[in-house]
């Protein structure tokens, strides 16, 4: 079947199976391996993109599902090469261990605070519940959506 | 006298933070080739049996490629490589006819898709003679049980089991009777851990592309890619120049790639057999079925006098090891000593057994043992000195091993001596800052919420060095090449699993020459270009091989020292360098005289022009030692007496890694240490089903609790403070500390929930049921 969507900003066409996910649409076919892989069946929040902004399970999401839609991926996210508040926040905070939740994580974050400019620390964590990440105790990660929450206020 | 540093003790982002955020990090499982092919391995349903029939014409009537047990090299392995022969035992093959848990594999294909992967496993035929499990360790060495392995590998010998024990050490110090005698106090408990899964976030995987010629290039998930390689070899008889294992990022690891990981050999053997390169990669499920971390079961016994000295000790550990060694007899050696290097014992007995069991085989996770047997010492030293009317603080300061003492750290065979301690300062400051005089009186709380006040302390060494050779291979090796632009490559086959390690490297080798950060560049290596590193494991990537780093650098800054003399007319030992950011390297100069200097890349160039040759250094270093790091945990708790549920109120977490290389990175270890040790506290667990033979939660990670943003505590009653040491023997003074982050985080707790309810567990998880049990029943032991 083809399909037809938005993809961090650019249209794209593209062949897919009705069972194809579009993680694996994603990550085999489009190159775009940032959604990882992490449990397959929703539990740990690695592969989470933005459709039409929400985020979104890619490992739960069927490609034919996109069609006409917008997907954000983290490569979408830094812009002519300037990184997104996020991602810097991400950096200068030491949010980011080995980074296997990193692009999830961000691009959740990122959902967040379009939604919520300016969330309280217990908005973050209840908010990033869903993304499991084993190296940081979460607490650079709450610092670094704070700081990039505050950063984008000014 | 305290150094000033341009780096070191500085917060610097991680310098693969960029690829990290952006998406544009490569881990293995990123890994997909031209012409590739998928793989799926064909796993035991039984946790104990005998393949009698395979038939796997069906899968490839498919047109899949298939291996069984019957095609893998007749090769007996081990699939860590850290330790000497004499300290390993050997019972795997790549695939097995004899399945030994559920998950054990017997069979593998590859196929154009993952699906038709799939298809072609469903398609094999096996048919299996059932065997008697045995799920516990003290059943399983019961005379009469069948044998996981009757016969297995030691120094190139077949060894018989006898009674499903795979290994077991004795030790025995001074007079250990005589020792309780003189105890005015006694007491003696069992502890039973939790067997917990590493649920590190990137699944196993591997790829391996056939190369021209014979060899293999190889992309995984592993902690050493040169011991994946030497693996390889041994199991394949690949001429270990051909085989190439490349570094890739890791998503995390906590130990469970230590060993190189089944997923390996099997696509090593399916891609020499399809001549096509072979993903294998594990899902969530596979992956839980594929390592867990060492459940043991201690008979502890600790002595005292009434003025607070420890008199003797005695520690009976089983090991319950699941089906196969991965590391089992040198465990036996570090958990006697993490015993020993806790408190000092005069007169001391050990006795270590590691049992075979049919379910998931068990390896390092964070801390080898450690965090395990600390819980028990950290709560038995708690109840000691209430015994004995003492404050823990007091108790565990008199008793415990510190400066200029005898350290086993990585067990009988690795002995130093302690040059470097903060742990005094560790706990006095702690305990001022949670407010360690105004905790309540144990049990005397009253009403539905109580909270509690614990303390924890313990220690890792830093890395497996030692002033003799030992049992264990550590050393790490590095290159560092100036190039033309006064940029420097550092090449090193060590991994980062998370911690930042190499950017801490390349901190050390700034600060060592005099360059700007960015000028150090982190070569993307793989095993042909590096020299060898044993694995980043043991804590000691920043201080076994920062030690490395350091060396390279200071042979390179000699080397251009002694050039720069020549141009600059002037000594090597006039010389300094400065990193001059606005020309974005190091700048070589006279010290006091104006003008004349040269920079790194000037330099660099000249010597490529008037062929002087490359400005380089490589060096293979091994540190004399593993000395402790440091950490003291204070965890405050709220016990719901209704729910039976604890959550966290305030932590205070003091560190000594001698000197920090990186502030925010090494906060963030034990930030993550201290999530890790609530979980192992009061969440983790991987029970079986004793009728199927699996685990209950099936390899789904919903039904294994890891603590999520949520169930943490807020960023400012999370306390992370540093008493920073010089350790003789680190670069620019560093220890470790990815694993004291988390050994001493399950007694503070474990002690914080007796503080508030007056009760306390011998037994791990600390689940709500459990809590609501013994409140009920009034247990109070």
Not at chain 2, 211 to 233: A, F, M
Not at chain 2, 315 to 339: M, R
Not at chain 2, 370 to 380: D, G, H, K, M, R
């Amino acid at each position: 079947m083809k399909i037809r969507f938005k993809l961090n900003g650019r249209e794209i066409e593209a062949e897919v199976e009705p069972n194809t996910l579009l993680l694996n649409l994603l990550r085999e076919h489009l190159h775009l391996t940032g959604a990882k892989y992490g449990c397959g069946i929703g539990e740990c929040g690695a592969c989470t993109v933005l459709l039409d902004g929400e985020p979104i399970l890619s490992c739960l999401t069927l490609a034919v599902e996109v069609d006409g839609r917008e997907i954000t991926t983290i490569e979408g996210l830094a812009r002519d090469g300037e990184l997104h508040p996020l991602q810097r926040a991400f950096l200068e905070e030491g949010a980011v261990q080995c980074g296997f939740c990193t692009p999830g994580m961000i691009l959740t974050a990122k959902a967040l605070l379009d939604e919520n400019p300016n969330p309280s620390e217990e908005e973050i964590r209840e908010y990033l519940k869903g993304n499991l990440c084993r190296c940081t105790g979460y607490v650079n990660i709450v610092k670094a959506v704070k700081r990039a929450a505050e950063e984008m206020a000014r | 006298m305290r150094q000033s540093f341009r780096f070191i003790g500085r917060s610097t982002p991680r310098m693969d933070g960029v690829a990290k955020v952006t998406g544009r990090e490569i881990y293995a499982s990123d890994i997909y080739l031209p012409d590739m092919l998928y793989a799926r391995v064909l796993k035991s349903p039984y946790p104990h049996a005998r393949v009698k029939h395979i038939d796997v014409s069906g899968a490839e009537r498919l047109g899949a490629v298939v291996v069984t047990y019957r095609d893998v090299p007749d090769v007996v392995y081990c699939p860590r490589l850290v330790s000497t022969p004499e300290a390993t035992y050997k019972d795997w093959r790549v695939l097995t006819g004899k399945p030994l848990y559920v998950g054990d594999p017997i069979a593998a294909v590859a196929a154009e898709s993952e699906e038709l992967a799939q298809r072609a496993l469903e398609a094999i035929e096996v048919e299996f003679e059932v065997l008697e499990p045995s799920f516990d360790p003290l059943e399983s060495m019961r005379p009469g049980k069948p044998l996981l392995h009757e016969r297995i590998r030691y120094m190139g010998e077949e060894v018989e089991v006898e009674n499903n024990i795979a290994c077991t050490m004795e030790i025995e110090q001074g007079d250990v009777e005589r020792g309780f005698e003189e105890a005015d106090v006694v007491l003696e408990r069992e502890y039973r851990t939790n067997r917990r899964y590493h649920c590190q976030l990137e699944p196993k995987t591997a790829v391996v592309r056939p190369e021209p010629g014979g060899g293999v290039t190889i992309w995984t998930t592993t902690q050493s890619i040169h011991n994946t390689r030497l693996l390889i070899h041994e199991i394949f008889g690949i001429p270990v120049g051909k085989i190439n294992v490349v570094k890739t990022a890791l998503g995390g690891a906590f130990g469970s790639s230590i060993q190189t990981n089944i997923v390996v050999p099997i696509a090593v053997a399916l891609a020499l057999k399809a001549r096509k390169p072979v993903r294998l990669a594990y899902t969530r499920e596979e992956d839980l079925h594929e390592h867990c971390a060492y459940q043991m079961i201690f008979r502890l016994k600790l002595g005292a006098r009434r003025d607070g000295r420890l008199t003797a000790g005695s520690l009976e550990a089983i090991l319950d090891i699941g089906a196969h060694q991965i590391q089992a007899y040198p465990l036996l050696g570090c958990l006697v000593g993490w015993w020993v290097s806790l408190y000092k014992l005069p007169n001391l007995r050990y006795v270590g057994k590691a049992v075979y069991t049919n379910k998931v085989p068990s390896c390092a996770m964070r801390g080898y043992g450690n965090p395990q047997i600390t819980w028990a010492v950290e709560s038995l030293m708690d109840e000691l000195a209430e015994e004995l009317g003492l404050d823990p603080l007091e108790f565990k300061l008199l008793n415990h091993v510190g400066l200029g003492d005898l350290f086993w750290g990585q067990g009988p065979t690795v002995k130093s001596i302690i040059k470097s301690s903060g742990v005094e300062e560790l706990v006095r400051r702690g305990a001022r800052l949670i407010g360690w005089d105004k905790r309540p009186k144990p049990g005397a709380q009253r009403g539905r919420y109580r909270r509690g006040i614990g303390f924890g302390r313990g220690f890792h060494t830093s890395s497996a060095g030692a002033p003799v050779p030992g049992t264990v291979v550590d050393y790490t090796g590095a290159m560092l090449k100036v190039n033309e632009d006064g940029t420097l490559d550092y090449v090193t086959a060590m991994m980062d699993c998370g911690g930042g390690t190499l950017t801490a490297h390349a901190k050390i080798i700034a600060e060592e020459i005099g360059v700007p950060l960015e000028c150090v560049n982190i070569v993307r290596a793989d095993t042909q270009t590096t020299l060898y590193d044993v694995c980043t494991h043991a804590s000691r990537g920043v201080y076994a091989g920062g030690a490395a780093a350091l060396q390279v650098a200071r042979e390179v800054k000699r080397k251009l020292l002694e050039l720069a003399a020549r141009v600059l007319d002037a000594y090597p030992h006039a010389l300094k360098i400065r990193p001059d950011e606005e020309r974005g390297q190091g700048v070589i100069y006279v010290e006091g005289v104006e003008g004349r200097e040269i920079t790194i890349g000037e330099l660099a160039s000249m010597a490529r022009h008037k062929n002087w040759g490359t400005i380089a250094a490589v060096a293979s270093v091994r540190q004399g030692s593993c000395p402790p790091h440091f950490t003291a945990y204070f965890v405050e708790v709220e016990v719901d007496t209704e729910t039976g549920k604890v959550r966290p109120i305030r932590v205070v977490a003091g560190a000594d890694v001698g000197r920090v290389i990186n502030p925010k990175l090494a906060e963030g270890q034990i930030h993550g240490g201290f999530a890790m040790g609530w979980s192992m506290a009061l969440l983790e667990d991987t029970p079986y089903d004793p009728r199927s033979g699996d685990l209950l939660n099936k390899g789904f990670i919903t039904d294994y609790k890891l603590p999520t943003a949520r169930d943490l505590p807020p960023l400012e009653d999370f306390q992370v403070f540093f008493v920073e040491t010089e350790e003789p023997t680190g670069p620019f003074g560093a220890k470790g500390l990815g694993e004291g982050a988390l050994n001493p985080v399950a007694g503070a707790i474990a002690n914080a929930i007796y503080n508030a309810i007056g009760v306390r567990f011998y037994e791990l998880p600390i689940t709500p049921d459990k809590i609501l049990k013994a409140l009920k029943g009034g247990e109070r032991r």
